[in-house]
């Protein structure tokens, strides 16, 4: 190690720091920088569209980490910096302020961006999505101004965080219409037992659910006491709103990565390792895809991801091997619902439920030729956690037994049976 050395980590959100972190906890005695392009210090993202967006926690329940936390571990954090491009030949990092660090490993965790509604009206004010703290805090007002006129909100996209805004608002005593493009909520993720399951849920709360729900455009309205927005459908119908939230998934921050000549397809293209095409370069969270076996290539958004990725990637900055092996699994807070889902549904040709859906604590089994691939698990953290021993252990339930509460699959793995 020289006295030269120095790790540049570009983006300051888990994954960036998780990186900053294992490298001090693996020893590593040269300097981390870590830049930030937004003015806080690094904070967790899942509350902002539930607990901070609904105001049951403050703004310092969302920080990660104090100054001085950093600062004992001789991490250098700095914030408002903004990264114009890379070289990975001379290993060179240029800031748009035209400073320039060198760097002797690199690590990208860019995030993502939420993707623009391509309609008229779109960038309009008041049509908002959610990324950020500062979008939180934008979506924060304006909900606060729906309740001092009671303005109703229409919210774009049953995604996840389309979904979690939509209770939050219902929360607060608004009046909230969901617009959902496709046939179902969460087509992508979730079983169709478990979708109709929260359009009912929805539903029941107050929401106006409209599914193959097709927006033509938004229009702003000036006229006294009226909602400023209005979104108009291809059928000719309209909602009125004073806030629009749109929630139609996210884009991978792989700019900077394309301009580098590093290898990027739906993202920035990582190995097990967290190891990107370019020497001495890693990335990390949410602005990856990770090159599987098979050659295809998985995105996934989630805190699991981005600590475990960013585990890998300090190992592989240190010449060191831990591929991410982990299951992957997250979480989604709807009213008083907690969805826990441990595995990957995809390709899943049968499904069980496993509880009482009507009660509300149920977990859906997910399998594919008889093997467990998934577990969706609602108001049921006992199900959830045996699930990821399951799938970490590769054990797997019968269709019959996942089906049957009776049973006590943690029996199966035993290993003295």
């Not at 699930?387 to 590769?394: H, I, V």
């Amino acid at each position: 190690m020289s006295a030269d050395d120095q790790i540049v980590i570009v983006g300051a959100g888990l994954a960036g720091l998780q990186i900053a972190e294992s490298l001090r906890a693996a020893g590593y005695a040269g300097a981390v920088t870590l830049l930030g392009d937004e003015q806080h210090l690094p904070y967790h993202r899942p509350p902002l569209s539930k607990a901070w967006l609904a105001g049951e926690i403050g703004a310092e329940q969302l920080q990660m980490r104090a100054p001085e936390a950093l600062a004992r571990k001789n991490i250098t954090l700095r914030t408002d910096c903004t990264v114009a491009r890379i070289d990975t030949a001379a290993q060179t990092v240029a800031l748009t302020n035209g400073e320039l660090l060198h760097y002797s490993g690199l690590a990208l965790t860019t995030g993502a961006s939420p993707r623009a509604l391509p309609l008229t009206g779109g960038d309009a004010p008041g049509v908002l999505a959610l990324r950020s703290r500062d979008d939180a805090g934008n979506i924060a007002s304006r909900l606060a101004a729906c309740v001092d006129n009671a303005w109703p909100v229409v919210v774009i996209g049953g995604g996840f965080v389309g979904l979690e805004v939509a209770a939050t608002a219902r929360k607060k005593g608004l009046s909230v219409t969901a617009l959902e493009a496709a046939p179902r909520l969460l087509s992508r993720v979730l079983a169709p037992v478990l979708s109709d399951w929260y359009a009912a849920l929805h539903r029941e709360h107050g929401v106006q659910l409209l599914l193959d729900a097709q927006v033509q455009a938004i229009e702003t309205v000036d006229a006294a006491g009226s909602p400023p927005l209005l979104v108009r459908m291809r059928d000719g119908s309209a909602y009125p709103a004073g806030l629009v939230v749109v929630g139609i998934g996210v884009v991978a921050n792989d700019g900077l990565a394309q301009a580098a000549g590093i290898a990027c397809e739906r993202g920035i293209v990582v190995d097990a390792c967290s190891r990107t095409s370019a020497p001495h370069v890693v990335a990390a969270g949410d602005c990856t895809a990770r090159r599987l076996p098979d050659g295809s290539l998985l995105r996934l958004e989630s805190v699991q991801n981005a600590t475990e990725q960013g585990k890998s990637a300090a190992a592989a900055l240190l010449g060191q091997e831990r591929p991410l092996i982990a299951t992957p699994w997250f979480w989604s807070d709807q009213y008083d619902k907690k969805l826990q889902t441990a595995g990957l549904s995809s390709g899943a040709d049968q499904w069980v439920v496993r509880g009482d859906m009507v009660g509300g604590s149920f977990s859906v089994f997910h399998l594919r030729g008889g093997k467990l691939l998934a577990v969706d698990s609602i108001n049921a953290t006992k199900d959830h956690l045996l699930a990821r021993k399951l799938l970490d252990a590769g054990v797997s339930p019968t269709a019959t037994q996942a089906m049957d509460g009776e049973l006590d699959l943690a029996l199966m793995l035993r290993t003295d049976m």
